[in-house]
């Protein structure tokens, strides 16, 4: 068995977080979720993993992670590793995989990604296990059919609307041609058809019209990029509910009081 690596993005914007600010922490991986910060709800899904092996932290907050009552726990854990966060995410997960600190098969997600469990990795590593990048999305009808009071961003396509899972799979070398490409993406997010202008004209007017499926938008961008990609919807309505606003934060208490 391959173990993978594993990134998980906990920086923290210019200026601080508003939410962060809110809950009265240094960052949102701090915000306590039912009393425990949100980093250790993801840090403790990998760690039970036999097929996971180092887990890498970026974060401007180490030495408040490393000091925190809440987290030290997971600066002692021998298979985690805690890395300075460069001024941009490509910037970061570049100077980790060239450094060959990160190797590959690898796993990125985020620090806010609190509600992440074992059938979401288990689903992504199975349909993008053969892939140099995987995308997780969960498609509109999964999300509202379970959390209809969940707001979240929504790419529109032929076939269905999509929210990012704040999850990526990157199988080989290959993925780092799309790595600087992902930061401006993140940027854009926001922005819905406005993420497709990355990817030229042709792709932005399929995506505008609704010509183009989930299937077909991973097949177009292999070619284009000359990489196997895939983009890979999720069977868990709770796989793109990050952490951003208060209500999400009230949302995520629940499932994880749930799970318990």
């Known amino acids: 068995m391959t ?94 995989f060239k450094s060959g600190i990160v190797g590959f098969p690898a796993l990125v997600t985020t620090g806010d990604n609190a509600l992440i469990d074992s059938q979401t990795i288990d689903q992504m590593l199975v349909q993008s296990g053969e892939d140099d990048v995987g995308i997780g999305l969960v498609e509109k009808r999964i999300l509202l059919a379970k959390y209809p009071e969940s707001k979240r961003t929504w790419l529109k396509l032929r076939g269905g609307q999509y929210s990012g899972a704040n999850l990526f799979y990157l199988g080989s070398a290959k993925a780092l041609e799309m790595i600087e490409l992902w930061a401006r993406v993140e940027q854009d997010r926001k922005k819905g058809w406005k993420i497709f202008t990355l990817f030229g004209p042709v792709l932005l007017f399929l995506a505008v019209t609704r010509q183009i499926s989930l299937n077909g938008l991973g097949k177009k961008l292999s070619r284009k990029f000359d990489l196997k990609i895939s983009a890979t919807p999720l069977d868990q309505a709770e796989a793109c509910m990050d952490v951003d606003k208060a209500e999400d934060v009230e949302i995520a208490e629940r499932v994880l009081k749930s799970r318990s």
């Open 3 to 96: 173990q993978k690596s594993v990134i998980i993005l906990a920086g923290t914007r210019p200026g601080g977080d508003p939410l962060a600010k809110k809950f009265g922490v240094p960052g949102k991986a701090f915000i306590p979720l039912n009393g425990e910060p949100m980093l250790g709800y993801v840090v403790r899904q990998f760690l039970d993993r036999p097929d996971i092996g180092n887990i890498h932290i970026v974060t401007q907050l180490g030495q408040l992670l490393r000091g925190d009552p809440g987290t030290a726990w997971i600066a002692e854990d021998s298979r985690v590793q805690i890395h300075p966060s460069l001024p941009t995410i490509a910037a970061s997960l570049r100077q980790l």
